[in-house]
């Protein structure tokens, strides 16, 4: 069965630092890759997906995310955080071949950026 | 409306009862998808609608679950005799069609509580 895992249930940083968070799914096969962002209060959604080609996303507000095959992740990355960064970021897997699309999450990632 | 509305926000029932959990979802969406959220956990698939069919309700954990979408618009998941392992966040979401790399939207979910 697919499943995907986060490391980091929490991470705290400040401003400015830079941001990697990881991701990595179990799949053999083709899959999509997601990163989706829920900020306080507010409903889940979609920072950047992977379907094919360049292994090197590029999502909303600055965030990218790198596939890497051989190594079954998709990290989220953000050189520099600010403070409305500040939200819990999960990471998604659906592998058309034998799935029905649904999506495969994450347990997600706290992240609190200090001013 | 704009986006995926759920209603209630919140609902607290007693061990037992029988709740119904609303999701509108975004006008022109064929897709909808349910969801649930435990607490420190990403979402696991629940079911899925293309129009008014069920074509996957390969995720609902028993039969106290079901769920209904009758006009292939606003659907309604139901839940008979309630247990407290059944609280949680139920998410829905709609996308335009059900393929892999078409984006779905989310709802900001109802918590349902079971005391």
């Known amino acids: 069965a697919q499943s995907v895992s986060q490391h980091n249930h929490h991470v705290i940083l400040s401003e400015a630092a830079s941001l990697e968070l990881g991701c990595n799914y179990s799949?053999?096969?083709?899959?999509?890759l997601f990163w989706y962002v829920q900020y306080p209060g507010q409903h889940l959604q979609l920072l950047l997906k992977?379907?094919?080609?360049d292994p090197l996303v590029k999502g909303i507000k600055g965030f990218e995310a790198e596939f890497i095959k051989s190594k079954f992740s998709f990290n989220l990355r953000k050189p520099s955080v600010q403070w409305s960064d500040t939200a819990e970021y999960f990471c998604?897997?659906?592998?058309?071949?034998?799935?029905?699309?649904?999506?495969?999450w994450g347990a997600g990632t706290k992240l609190i950026i200090k001013p | 409306g704009a986006g995926v509305s759920q209603t209630p926000s919140n609902k607290v029932t007693e061990k037992g009862k029988y709740v119904e959990l609303r999701c509108d979802p975004i006008?022109?969406?064929?897709?909808l998808y349910w969801y649930r959220q435990s607490l420190g956990q990403g979402p696991e698939f629940l079911i899925y609608?293309?129009?008014?069919?069920?074509?996957?309700d390969s995720g609902l954990p028993n039969d106290r679950f079901f769920a209904v979408r009758p006009e292939g618009s606003v659907s309604t998941l139901k839940i008979q005799r309630t247990e407290r392992g059944d609280s949680a966040v139920y998410l829905c979401?709609?996308?335009?069609?059900?393929?892999?790399?078409?984006?779905?939207?989310f709802g900001q979910g109802t918590r349902l509580t079971v005391v």
């Open positions: 609608f293309q129009g008014t069919g069920a074509a996957d």
């Open positions: 979401a709609s996308s335009l069609m059900r393929r892999e790399n078409t984006e779905a939207f």
């Open positions: 799949y053999g096969g083709t899959v999509n």
């Open positions: 998604a897997v659906n592998a058309p071949r034998d799935s029905n699309y649904q999506l495969i």
């Open positions: 992977y379907f094919s080609g």
């Open positions: 006008s022109g969406h064929t897709a």
